[in-house]
């Protein structure tokens, strides 16, 4: 099957076939990332531009080892590199970095939409690395490569994702995702963190963490972001943890094979306890290991695989 | 010399609704004769009007026009040039320029140049407050002796409560409407869409129809605490009209107005991070959509005003949560409220009275067809069909959301003191 899509911008946007055989190239690359020589030359010669213009040392790093081991020339540009201080728009680096002839370039921004913006004025692959409150694609489609190894399949599962949904790129496209592959996805978080319509994209409300996690397959903790709530959504994280905590006393409500997730980084004893994060339904480490895989493929995709035929 | 506008239908609501030839001789309206009346008919310039409308020329109470401060986005001239083509005989200019108009000097500076240029007039709106900060009073007297005709701190609202009914108060002395922008700066937060399902699915904040209706409230409570005159710009939410349509039921001395993309768009229309659907108050959903009609229908909103919004490539090419707030709007009002006479929800007469009679009524400008009155007329094609080109605006910007848009009916002449500022 082919890959037709120049860019990754968001989950909505890709088809449920495509995240199928997204899902399955980075199950093959995942086997890389096994060896002892963790290297293939499939993207030799290739460059890859990792922009971030907000911090984020995980999900760079994972994007930079993914094309590393395939041989890609990944360069990097953060905030303070580039010349977005200096008053430079978007769209000026953007050519800038296009002047440079990029196979493909990551990006991630604080601005909503930014890499869609960018997308339609550059020749080269985009890649979604994270917008704004808006999409963030690659999370989601390692999350739903995790669930598939775990559960072997998507289709019917019931999914809880618990949290700041209305400040989590993570949680749009997650729920986008797992609604588009057949689960069942129900979501709960205090009022002050739900937006509005929420429901449009495939997901339900419910009234409280037991109800939500009630028969789960799998649960979806996201991380509380205090520095960017101050304390109007919430008052302590005190009470979030004692509302909307995930601790053993509430996993027991859940299927007993339940797999927990995490997008990371974890506040332990705040939205999820110590126990819980460490226990062995918790597959929050496997979900950076296929972060990796997951983003090979992405490569490969875009910038190497099906649309050029030679490369296998 | 005279001019004599043949073969149209006059439209004057209140006054006539006939087939009639308009005499203009020097810049007054001499006679309004039938159209078999040829009696003077040497040494007159014909305008051939047949199957067109004539009506009191239009005018937008709320536009801006960059200058003096940000030449780049609109000047007083090209400001000018699209309000003749988009039919306005005359605009109201806001006060946020670079300097505020908040003193005579700016105000004198404006109405001279508008003067110079001798295209459609200008009565600025001057600040309420010394560089629209909201602390103290601008000299609103003497801005008022220079020819302001109003007040606003357009852009941003005056959230000191005190100091709005102190405004009113000293303004109702005055006897000068104060425009309000209505917005609660603590609950848009930073918003730059409708608060709804688009800004979800789009992840962009939002900014929810109670961060406008709550100042609309405010206001109307102002307004009966004080007796004075407030206009509201720009309402884009059911609670508002609804809010006005309660308190003029009450008898208090509130007029409003809406622009044509609150009843033209909704935010689903907003896609792709388009920033030119981004404006301030933002497109809302279908049911304030609808709810905006029905309030022009009823008569709660009592007229339209573009909110003709330059800006430049700079502010618009970027990020949507960054850009500026605004759309230009004069080309393209009255083919985008022609459409509400198409649709049926408004006569003609009615469309007349929001576009030329009742913003004249605000501003106190006698807008009538009468012989004896100053030649301000607007000459309408209502069957020019055409697609919305922004590179064809004499705007100097062209953020727009109607490009492509297919529009029926436009300015076909504007003429401004009996002489002839625009014509197809
Ligand atoms: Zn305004
Ligand atoms: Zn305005």
């Known amino acids: 099957m082919r890959f037709g899509k120049k860019d990754i911008l968001d989950i909505k946007s890709l088809e449920a076939h495509e995240i199928s055989l997204i899902l399955d190239t980075a199950q093959g690359m995942k086997e890389i990332s096994e060896r002892p020589v963790k290297k293939v030359p499939t993207l030799r010669g290739k460059t890859i531009v990792l922009f971030f213009q907000e911090p984020s040392t995980r999900t760079k790093l994972s994007f930079d080892t993914a094309a590393k081991r395939l041989s890609a020339d990944s360069i990097s540009l953060s905030k303070s590199s580039s010349s977005i201080v200096k008053g430079e728009t978007l769209i000026d680096t953007a050519k800038n970095l296009e002047a440079m002839n ?30 704004g409150i808006h999409a963030h694609p690659s999370q989601a489609l390692l999350d739903m490569m995790s669930i598939r190894e775990k559960k072997g399949k998507i289709k019917g599962l019931n999914i809880s994702i618990i949290g700041d949904i209305a400040h989590s790129r993570v949680a749009r496209s997650d729920i986008t995702g797992f609604s588009k592959m057949g689960a069942s996805v129900s979501i709960c978080a205090p009022p002050t963190m739900i937006p509005m319509g929420i429901e449009n994209l495939g997901c339900r409300i419910s009234p409280s963490i037991e109800t939500c996690i009630e028969g789960a397959d799998v649960i979806m903790m996201l991380r509380i972001q205090k520095e960017r709530q101050g304390n109007i959504l919430f008052p302590t994280e005190r009470e979030y943890a004692d509302l909307f905590g995930l601790n053993k006393a509430r996993l027991g409500l859940a299927k007993k094979d339940v797999v927990i997730m995490h997008p990371g980084p974890m506040n332990r004893g705040v939205e999820i306890s110590n126990d819980v994060a460490d226990s062995e339904n918790s597959i929050i480490l496997e979900q950076v290991t296929n972060g990796v895989a997951l983003r090979m493929a992405l490569f490969y995709l875009v910038a190497g695989g099906s649309r050029h035929a030679d490369s296998d | 010399m005279r001019i004599r506008i043949k073969g149209a239908r006059v439209i004057d609501p209140g006054n006539f609704d006939d087939k009639k030839d308009i005499i203009i001789k020097n810049h007054l309206i001499e006679a309004i004769v039938d159209p078999e009346d040829n009696k003077s008919s040497i040494d007159v310039e014909t305008i051939d009007a047949k199957g067109m409308i004539v009506v009191p020329g239009l005018i937008d109470i709320h536009v801006h026009l960059r200058e003096p401060g940000h030449e780049y986005k609109e000047t007083i001239e090209t400001g000018l040039k699209a309000a003749a083509r988009g039919g306005f005989t005359a605009i109201c200019s806001m006060p946020n320029t670079n300097p505020v108009n908040d003193n005579s000097q700016v105000t004198k500076f404006i109405i001279n140049r508008a003067n110079e240029l001798g295209l459609s007039r200008v009565y600025p709106a001057g600040a309420i407050t010394q560089g629209s900060a909201g602390r103290t009073l601008a000299e609103i007297y003497d801005m008022k002796k220079a020819g302001i005709v109003a007040c606003t701190d357009d852009g941003k609202p005056l959230e000191n409560s005190n100091l709005m009914r102190r405004a ?73 009209v609804e809010a006005i349509r309660q308190a003029k039921k009450r008898g208090v001395n509130i007029t409003c107005e809406t622009a044509p993309h609150y009843f033209t768009l909704t935010d689903e229309d907003a896609k792709d991070y388009n920033t030119n659907f981004k404006m301030n108050p933002p497109l809302r959903s279908k049911e304030d959509k609808k709810a905006v009609i029905q309030g022009l229908i009823d008569g709660t909103i009592d007229l339209i005003a573009s909110d003709h919004a330059p800006h430049s490539k700079i502010e618009k090419d970027v990020e949507f949560d960054r850009a500026a707030f605004g759309i230009v709007g004069l080309e393209t009002s009255l083919p985008l409220s022609l459409k509400l006479v198409r649709d049926g929800f408004l006569s003609m007469q009615d469309l007349v009275n929001k576009m030329a009679k009742n913003p004249g009524k605000l501003i106190g400008i006698k807008n009538d067809i009468n012989p004896g009155n100053i030649a301000d007329l607007t000459i309408i094609d209502l069957d020019e069909s055409f697609e919305i080109n922004p590179e064809t605006f004499k705007s100097k910007s062209i953020n727009t959301p109607f490009g492509g848009f297919k529009a029926r009916g436009n300015t076909f002449l504007t003429m401004v003191n009996g002489k002839v500022v625009y014509s197809r």
């Open chain 1, 102 to 131: 990029p196979d493909v370039i990551v990006l991630r921004h604080s601005s909503s939409g930014a890499p869609h913006l960018i997308a339609r004025r550059v020749s080269s692959s985009v890649i979604n690395a994270g917008d």
């Open chain 2, 168 to 240: 009113l108060e000293y303004c109702k002395g005055l006897n000068i409407p104060i425009l309000v922008h209505a917005e609660d700066m603590s609950l848009a937060d930073g918003g730059s869409m409708n608060e709804g399902p688009p800004a979800t699915l789009l992840g962009i904040k939002g900014i929810p129809n109670a961060a406008e209706t709550i100042m609309v409230v405010r206001d109307i409570l102002l307004s009966e605490l004080t007796g004075a005159q407030v206009h509201f710009c720009h309402i884009s939410t059911k609670e508002s």
